[in-house]
């Protein structure tokens, strides 16, 4: 007999987020995904001056703050018709660099780890047999004895005996859906705690040319104001230093972490578990020259999983539906043109979704009328099929290591792995982009700025890659001021309600034909969710201005 089963809040994610599923003997059969707080700040900024908007749309969240700064600075960039130098270029893609290292570290370790690692099992691992086995997939593995494998067990234990279990409580530990032995339990618990040191370090590295993280202030329309640091060579020191450092643990705890997993996950990344619509799309980002024609992360689309044939991507394809998310709306709009005017439904009596009516406050992006999964996987895959030679070969040589074949990548590893190489891949070329600035400050080339005015009228959009995915603001601007601005951010992409023909969500698909191994633990709803990297707050607009709430929801 078919079964609902809500979860509400999903944890481990910023922002609010509820999923509800059918399940038929332990299999799912149906899903909705709803986004249960509306904020934003999209209406907040009609009518103000176009180069404010990027310190103000940070607030969308607290994690993904210089996504959007980058995004809005670069949409005004377009509107005002106005070029950064090269400098400014550099110091972005340094900033957002660190962002992707910092983010996906902690996603991995965090967010997202404990879906894979049983915690409760680290504690019967053998210390000694762990070293042999961290061994066997990096020569020198991160911070890696048995002394110290055993002083992690003991802290844990001592947090268990306290019955405070603080970051490990209210999980599935002993859930048959675990599938590490005890020792590669505790290596990648031991890495949980290295990660918290580490993600410090990344922070640091934003905010040397951010001027502080979260919320960074450094970057303006036309250029960047970080002057005094990208021309110090000390400050420079200072980020090559900490890149090092993030560089060594990617290199040595992360990647080998996650072929780790790999191998004793591999049937169900063959297994297609967790793949979703199949439909992914990258904007492209990193701009390694001053027209963004050659770019660290190549921009394109691939329809249905099919890597033989890889699409171009036309912005006026995108587009927002309202179907079944509380707006007010008909047809799907071009962001240009989208609107944010609510109408909140709710839920019927037994609290579940109301047959086919609305059910998420996040919009449906669609590209060409068609849902799209965005993110590191999307990034991978569109890659992968343009044939870019370092994405390509590095998948290759990953899947060889794995013994795995391409189509793994379809699935909730796939887009986990997906995220760790493309972290190895991206500090990989940071040093590049670090002896660009260098030498073009040695040629006399200090140039951080180029002088611009705001436009009496005009409209630009801001497409680039953010650590969660494909991210695209877009402002129109009437009498000097703001008269419509929209974000399309990663997670509305991905948590996306049905469209206006009833097809799935990007998270929705990606439960269906899913076995839970005990309904009333959905250990793997989290796995497949968190695969994502959700950012709830970011997805949704603004927040009730009388009441200041639109729903309340009990965390159980
Ligand atoms: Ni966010
Ligand atoms: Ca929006």
């Not at 609902?4 to 299999?27: F, K, Q, S």
């Not at 660099?97 to 902690?106: C, E, I, K, R, S």
């Not at 268990?160 to 859930?175: D, Q, T």
């Not at 109301?354 to 990034?379: I, N, T």
Request: glycine share 10%; hydrophobic share 35%.
């Amino acid at each position: 007999m078919s079964k609902r089963i809500v979860v509400d809040p999903i944890t481990r994610i910023e922002g609010h987020l509820r999923i509800e599923v059918e399940v038929d003997d332990n299999v799912i059969r149906d899903a909705w995904a709803s986004t249960t707080l509306w904020r934003g700040i999209e209406t907040i900024l009609k009518g103000r001056d176009p180069r404010d908007a990027g310190l103000m749309v940070q607030r969308f969240c607290g994690v993904c703050t210089y996504s959007h700064y980058e995004a809005s600075i670069l949409a005004c960039e377009d509107a005002f018709g106005v070029k950064p130098p090269p400098i400014a270029r550099i110091v972005r893609n340094l900033i957002n660099g660190a962002q992707f290292l910092t983010d996906h570290v902690m996603h991995f370790y965090h967010l997202h780890g404990l879906d894979w690692v049983d915690i409760v099992s680290a504690l019967s691992a053998d210390p000694r047999k762990a070293v042999e086995m961290a061994k066997g997939y990096h020569p020198n593995p991160y911070n890696c004895s048995d002394t110290h494998y055993r002083s992690v067990q003991e802290r844990l234990t001592k947090f268990v005996k306290s019955g405070r279990l603080g970051p490990f409580a209210n999980a599935y530990w002993g859930n048959e859906s675990y599938k590490l032995p005890p020792e590669a339990d505790l290596i990648i618990l031991s890495h949980y705690l290295d990660a918290l040191q580490i993600s410090k370090t990344g922070a640091q590295m934003m905010a040397i040319f951010g001027g502080k993280n979260p919320h960074p202030q450094t970057l303006v329309v036309g250029g960047v104001t970080s002057v005094a640091d990208a021309l110090d060579t000390h400050r420079v020191g200072q980020y090559l230093f900490r890149l090092k450092e993030m560089k060594n643990f990617v290199e040595t705890a992360y990647i080998p972490d996650i072929l780790l997993a790999a191998t004793y996950y591999k049937d169900e990344g063959a297994a297609g578990i967790g793949s979703g619509v199949k439909n992914y799309l990258a904007y492209g980002g990193f701009p390694l020259d001053d027209d963004w024609h050659n770019l660290l992360f190549p921009r394109g689309v691939v329809e249905g999983g099919d890597i033989a044939d890889p699409l171009p991507l036309d912005e006026k394809k995108i587009t927002e539906e309202v179907h079944h998310s509380w707006y007010k709306g008909g047809e799907g709009l071009h962001p240009f043109e989208g609107t944010t005017d609510p109408q909140y439904t709710g839920f019927d009596a037994k609290g579940h979704v109301k047959g086919d009516e609305k059910y998420s406050w996040c919009k449906a992006p669609q590209y060409d009328g068609r849902p799209h999964e965005v993110g590191p996987l999307a990034r991978i895959i569109v890659a992968y099929a343009q044939g870019h030679e370092e994405i390509k070969g590095l998948v290759d040589d990953t899947l060889k290591v794995a013994d795995l074949p391409v189509t793994v990548l379809f699935s909730t590893l796939g887009r986990t792995a997906a995220r760790a190489l493309e972290t190895k891949y991206i500090g990989n070329h940071i040093e590049d982009w670090v002896e660009e600035l260098v030498e073009r400050i040695k040629g006399g080339d200090t140039r951080t700025w180029t002088r611009c005015d705001v436009p009496k009228a005009g409209e630009g959009c801001g497409m680039l890659e953010v650590s969660r995915g494909a991210l695209g603001h877009w402002v129109r601007i009437d009498n000097k001021v703001i008269s419509n601005y929209q974000a399309v951010v990663p997670t509305t992409w991905n948590a996306a309600p049905r469209n206006k023909a009833g097809g799935r969500g990007p998270y929705e698909e990606s439960l269906i034909g899913t076995r839970m191994a005990d309904v009333d633990q959905p250990l793997e709803i989290l796995r497949t969710i968190h695969s994502f990297d959700p950012c709830m707050a970011c997805a949704v607009h603004v927040i009730d201005p009388k009441t200041n709430k639109v729903k309340e929801f009990k965390v159980a």
